[in-house]
């Protein structure tokens, strides 16, 4: 039992008693042992054998191509550089270019700064135009702008539009109208497209 | 290769390491040459225990030494320029295995590949049998969990010490040798077993 215990502890060793990693005490003993056990020996050898079949088979059939590889490498690192080398040379010139698209596209848009209610707000995309519309059908006739289309001589509907959208020639503003219809669904409308 | 080469290898052409990074770092691209030729070699057998694939390890390998020529410059010399090389191969091998893993979950990869190899008997050809021990000797690695292949190329094929593929590799020296001790064994029993069948 006692020698038994002993050759597991010594076949622990036995990978790397050759390797130099071992204690020198260690070793020795190792060593010692061997000399005296033919199971362990065995298993020595055997390690061994195994090391030296797995090295040969690699160093064997390994190619030696690091050359080619350099080359490779060499090549790969050469073609991104000059990829950068590309960007580099038309990025200020893409850069002016977008610089200009952007400007030119700042100086002719419709002017909307105007408007009640900008065309791409989420208040349902709603316009002036749709907006005055909408009120001179709907509430010409309301009892809320009834006082303010007397005084102004607004006499129809198509008067309040015009009135919604020229106001300078007509006594009466478009704030004027909003707050008299107090409602507040045009209160919200108005004051996004203003803010 | 030999002990005495790999500390030689340090020294190629009298130019150390740190000469040829101090050289790089100034804007001479030979340096970075040198250190592939110096190199490559060792790395590409290491990739190829590893990952247990020619074609798979050459890739790595210069992939390795794209982000090797990448972060040069960078490099502060705290760690010596093959531990650095390692750690970058060994993490590309890690994460390359990882992306292996998903596929042969679903595949059927067991010790039957293994056993499976056919004998050299019906061919006579030399090479044929070298090609054959080395296919054996790559799929009996495959058995093995990739840190134990990694600890097992590096000590072997490289001889590094265990300390430097602790470092290398992020675990305790510890660890190091119970992976080789673990590798060392199922090899064993593997190699072992296939000889019975074939001649090794």
Redesign the interface.
């Given at each position: 039992m006692e020698r038994t215990m002993n050759c597991d502890r010594i076949k622990?060793h036995l990978?790397?008693i050759d390797?130099g990693?071992l204690d020198s005490n260690v070793e020795a003993f190792v060593r010692e042992h061997l000399k005296n056990c033919p199971e362990c020996r065995k298993e020595h050898d055997?390690?061994k054998n195994?090391?030296r079949?797995?090295?040969s088979?690699?160093?064997?059939?390994?190619p030696?191509?690091?050359?080619a590889?350099?080359r490779?490498?060499?090549s790969?690192?050469q073609s991104r550089k000059n990829t950068i080398e590309i960007y580099r040379r038309i990025l200020p010139s893409a850069a002016a270019i977008l610089i200009t698209v952007m400007l030119g596209y700042f100086a002719f848009i419709p002017d909307r700064s105007g408007d009640l209610v900008p065309q791409n707000t989420l208040n349902a995309g709603i316009t002036d135009e749709e907006l005055f519309d909408y009120i001179a059908e709907n509430h010409f006739d309301s009892y809320e702008l009834y006082e303010l289309v007397d005084e102004a001589e607004i006499i129809d509907e198509y008067d309040l539009r015009d009135a919604l959208f020229h106001h300078e020639y007509f006594t009466v503003t478009v704030d004027d109208i909003i707050e008299a219809l107090d409602y507040e669904e045009f209160n919200d409308l108005y004051v996004s497209a203003y803010n | 290769m030999k002990k005495s080469e790999h500390s030689n290898s340090f020294k190629v052409k009298n130019i150390t390491d740190a000469e040829l990074i101090k050289r790089f770092k100034k804007g001479d691209e030979s340096a970075f040459s040198e250190i592939v030729l110096r190199y490559q070699p060792r790395l590409l057998i290491v990739a190829t225990a590893v990952l247990g694939d020619d074609d798979e390890a050459m890739d790595m390998v210069q992939e390795a030494f794209i982000k090797t020529y990448d972060n040069l410059k960078s490099f502060r010399g705290e760690s010596s320029l093959y531990t650095w090389l390692y750690r970058i191969l060994y993490n590309l091998c890690i994460s390359s295995l990882r992306k292996k893993k998903i596929v042969s979950f679903f595949s059927f990869d067991s010790h039957e590949e293994f056993y499976n190899i056919p004998s050299n008997e019906s061919d006579p050809m030399d090479n044929l049998k070298n090609k054959e021990i080395y296919n054996a000797v790559k799929t009996a690695m495959k058995q093995l969990p990739a840190k134990q292949r990694m600890v097992f190329a590096m000590k072997q094929f490289d001889e590094l010490k265990h300390y430097e593929i602790a470092k290398i590799m992020g675990i305790t020296e510890g660890a190091v040798k119970a992976s080789y001790f673990h590798a060392i064994r199922k090899l064993r029993e593997l190699l072992y077993r296939y000889g019975e069948n074939n001649e090794l």
């Open positions: 622990e990978p790397f390797d990693s055997e390690i195994i090391k079949i797995v090295q088979a690699f160093t064997e059939n390994i030696d191509n690091a050359h590889m350099l490779n490498i060499t790969r690192i | -």
